[in-house]
Every structure is written in C-alpha cells, then in structure tokens.
C-alpha cells in the first residue's frame, strides 16, 4: 500500500524550529523526487522545497530561503525539512508529494499543522 506519512508539526514560537518528517511506504522512494508544500488557511498551495533523486540537488522558494532545509534518507524512505528562523507567516499544513514522470506517479501525504504564534 502506497503511503506518505508527515509528522513534526506543531505550535511553535516565532524564531523557533521544527523538523518535519515524511515517511514514505509502498514504492521505491529513492527513485522519486519529492516536494514540500505548504497551505495557508484561506490559500492556494504553495511549493516550498523540492529535491530530487540521484544528485539530491535542492530548490527553495524565496520566502523561505536560507531558513528551511530539504534533506533525504533513501535507507529510510523518509524526507525531512528543517525549519529554522520560523515566521508567524509560515503557519500552514505542510504537505509532502513524492512524483516521478516516467512512468507517471503522484503520490501526497495528509498534511501535518505548522503553527507559528507567540
């Protein structure tokens, strides 16, 4: 059974950190780059970070540049983003989607709750 699983999320200071964790089951992870996304309440989903397979070369959206770090585990199918220096304006659910093109494939967690308030 195909699953992505997050988890790290949580309620956190301004200037605080997180690590949030997706778990991947059921497909060969290593041979899928994977995303972050994040959703505001009230927005659209937006990419935030993405790495890819062999080369794990990373990609970040401005808004989070220098702040939050995409990593991967092959051995242990999971991802993770560093979160550092976090913003009220950060607060979403956070998503995580592993693809790859050739076959096609699109797979999506459930979303773990990043809030960030005083």
């Known amino acids: 059974q195909v699953q992505l699983v997050e988890s790290g999320g949580g309620l956190v200071q301004p200037g605080g950190s997180l690590r949030l964790s997706c778990a991947a089951t059921g497909f060969t992870f290593s041979s899928y780059a994977v995303r972050w996304y994040s959703q505001a309440p009230g927005k659209e989903r937006e990419l935030v970070a993405t790495?890819?397979?062999?080369?794990?070369?990373?990609n970040y959206a401005d808004s989070v540049k220098g702040r939050l770090t995409i990593s991967r585990d092959n051995a242990k199918n999971t991802v993770y983003l560093q979160m550092n220096s976090l913003k009220p304006e950060d607060t979403a659910v956070y998503y995580c989607?592993?693809?790859?093109?050739?076959?096609?494939?699109?797979?999506w967690g459930q979303g773990t709750q990043v809030t960030v308030s005083s």
């Open positions: 989607n592993a693809y790859r093109i050739l076959p096609s494939r699109n797979y």
């Open positions: 790495i890819t397979t062999t080369d794990s070369t990373t």
